[in-house]
């Protein structure tokens, strides 16, 4: 059995975009519709059982109709063509109020063949072209659905996590509970687990969250847990196996040096969970690049445009087609020297482009709360010299009255 894991799809991300005169939309949506379409040629492909796709379809609580509308394309894509399609519930897909409808409801009300849709905890069993797979979901649920507003009353926010934690934990081995041994068995969960490695979804963050350790997931009921929430692809445990998949495509400059993609997982037959042979392998998806351009000019570079222009060159390859964002560091003095438009025009290939100056400015020395060019030569001088701890009164004094000379030396030309 062949089952395709995603997530975070995040459709209506569109910071670092730019309108598309062809379709009026942002080139960035087009960026994030570029990679699913790549996902569902690789399911109908490889003629993939199901599809899993483990929460966040959207960016926004409340996507647009557009953005429903090309999500439904691909899904349909997959359930008209014979591929089952699991849509789990993110924190992302759950409206503001409780009892409005999620945005991927409208799948199960128009009761859409080969699409399940799962927004509460439920044993789910799939008819699939290489037999039946039962689906254990835990979507993202709403503190308020867990605990009432008299069980949280007096106690502190790492006490009412624990009871989240405990209740979790008692939901998923309630339903475990309820699976057949003898059918391949997967538990798709939209959640925090401890000790993953984070990535854009901190700054995405709606609400307070609520996070699982590791041990509460890996019940050996499983064949496999495919998780959601978390934007960086990553493999928490091998037996049984817990995996993130990852958000399909880049949001933003700290998942730069990720890759993006989806896990393509194989089940093997065997009489119960533990004895069938599962392998999992993750497969890269070619999505927007973000790069940054660092330049360090010095103060006596005469022509700092031309260093900035060479730094841009040098990246000529990846620069082109890509998100930069240039970080130029300068003395105050040199600053004036750029040419910005010269600079912009070499980034002109880019996708996209932020230019981003850091400026020097030498500390300017002061001496008894005055500043060195606010005092004349002379008392600067006294001052400079009464600091001095080990500099005698007497030494002080002549040193002054040389120092007088000299100066005076100086003004009359001397």
């Given at each position: 059995?062949?089952?395709?894991?995603?997530?975070?799809?995040?459709?209506?991300?569109?910071?670092?975009?730019?309108?598309?005169?062809?379709?009026?939309?942002?080139?960035?949506?087009?960026?994030?519709?570029?990679?699913?379409?790549?996902?569902?040629?690789?399911?109908?492909?490889?003629?993939?059982?199901?599809?899993?796709?483990?929460?966040?379809?959207?960016?926004?609580?409340?996507?647009?109709?557009?953005?429903?509308?090309?999500?439904?394309?691909?899904?349909?894509?997959?359930?008209?063509?014979?591929?089952?399609?699991?849509?789990?519930?993110?924190?992302?897909?759950?409206?503001?109020?409780?009892?409005?409808?999620?945005?991927?409801?409208?799948?199960?009300?128009?009761?859409?063949?080969?699409?399940?849709?799962?927004?509460?905890?439920?044993?789910?069993?799939?008819?699939?072209?290489?037999?039946?797979?039962?689906?254990?979901?835990?979507?993202?649920?709403?503190?308020?659905?867990?605990?009432?507003?008299?069980?949280?009353?007096?106690?502190?926010?790492?006490?009412?996590?624990?009871?989240?934690?405990?209740?979790?934990?008692?939901?998923?081995?309630?339903?475990?509970?309820?699976l057949d041994p003898e059918l391949p068995a997967v538990l798709a969960a939209h959640v925090w687990v401890a000790g993953s490695k984070v990535g854009s979804e901190k700054s995405m963050t709606i609400g307070q969250e609520h996070v699982l350790m590791?041990?509460?997931?890996?019940?050996?009921?499983?064949?496999?847990?495919?998780?959601?929430?978390?934007?960086?692809?990553?493999?928490?445990?091998?037996?049984?196996?817990?995996?993130?998949?990852?958000?399909?495509?880049?949001?933003?400059?700290?998942?730069?040096?990720?890759?993006?993609?989806?896990?393509?997982?194989?089940?093997?037959?065997?009489?119960?969970?533990?004895?069938?042979?599962?392998?999992?392998?993750?497969?890269?998806?070619?999505?927007?690049?973000?790069?940054?351009?660092?330049?360090?000019?010095?103060?006596?570079?005469?022509?700092?445009?031309?260093?900035?222009?060479?730094?841009?060159?040098?990246?000529?390859?990846?620069?082109?087609?890509?998100?930069?964002?240039?970080?130029?560091?300068?003395?105050?003095?040199?600053?004036?020297?750029?040419?910005?438009?010269?600079?912009?025009?070499?980034?002109?290939e880019a996708h996209y482009f932020t230019i981003a100056k850091d400026i020097k400015r030498e500390a300017r020395l002061r001496l008894g709360g005055l500043a060195a060019e606010e005092i004349s030569p002379l008392d600067a001088l006294k001052t400079?010299?009464?600091?001095?701890?080990?500099?005698?009164?007497?030494?002080?004094?002549?040193?002054?009255?040389?120092?007088?000379?000299?100066?005076?030396?100086?003004?009359?030309?001397?």
């Amino acid at each position: 059995m062949k089952i395709l894991h995603f997530a975070d799809l995040h459709l209506g991300v569109e910071n670092y975009g730019r309108l598309d005169p062809t379709t009026g939309l942002s080139t960035r949506l087009g960026d994030f519709l570029n990679a699913l379409d790549k996902l569902v040629d690789y399911a109908l492909e490889s003629k993939v059982d199901l599809v899993l796709f483990c929460g966040d379809a959207y960016r926004s609580r409340e996507p647009t109709q557009t953005q429903q509308r090309e999500f439904a394309k691909r899904i349909n894509r997959l359930a008209t063509n014979g591929i089952p399609v699991f849509l789990l519930i993110g924190n992302h897909d759950l409206p503001n109020a409780v009892g409005r409808a999620t945005s991927t409801e409208i799948f199960d009300t128009l009761a859409v063949k080969n699409v399940y849709v799962s927004n509460r905890p439920r044993v789910y069993t799939i008819p699939t072209n290489s037999g039946q797979v039962q689906i254990v979901s835990l979507p993202w649920l709403r503190r308020s659905a867990l605990l009432t507003r008299e069980e949280t009353k007096n106690l502190t926010f790492e006490q009412i996590n624990q009871r989240l934690q405990q209740i979790l934990t008692d939901v998923i081995a309630a339903k475990a509970e309820e699976l057949d041994p003898e059918l391949p068995a997967v538990l798709a969960a939209h959640v925090w687990v401890a000790g993953s490695k984070v990535g854009s979804e901190k700054s995405m963050t709606i609400g307070q969250e609520h996070v699982l350790m590791l041990g509460n997931v890996t019940h050996p009921a499983f064949d496999y847990i495919a998780l959601g929430h978390i934007h960086r692809h990553q493999v928490l445990n091998e037996n049984p196996p817990v995996v993130y998949a990852g958000s399909l495509e880049r949001l933003d400059f700290g998942e730069a040096d990720d890759d993006k993609g989806f896990y393509l997982v194989e089940i093997g037959t065997g009489e119960e969970a533990g004895k069938r042979a599962v392998s999992f392998d993750f497969h890269p998806v070619a999505g927007r690049r973000f790069i940054t351009v660092s330049v360090d000019i010095e103060p006596a570079d005469i022509e700092p445009t031309a260093t900035v222009l060479k730094a841009i060159a040098e990246r000529e390859g990846e620069v082109k087609d890509a998100v930069v964002r240039m970080s130029i560091s300068l003395p105050a003095e040199v600053e004036g020297e750029l040419r910005d438009s010269e600079i912009r025009n070499a980034l002109g290939e880019a996708h996209y482009f932020t230019i981003a100056k850091d400026i020097k400015r030498e500390a300017r020395l002061r001496l008894g709360g005055l500043a060195a060019e606010e005092i004349s030569p002379l008392d600067a001088l006294k001052t400079y010299l009464e600091s001095r701890r080990d500099v005698s009164p007497e030494r002080v004094k002549l040193l002054l009255e040389y120092g007088e000379r000299l100066i005076q030396e100086q003004n009359t030309g001397s």
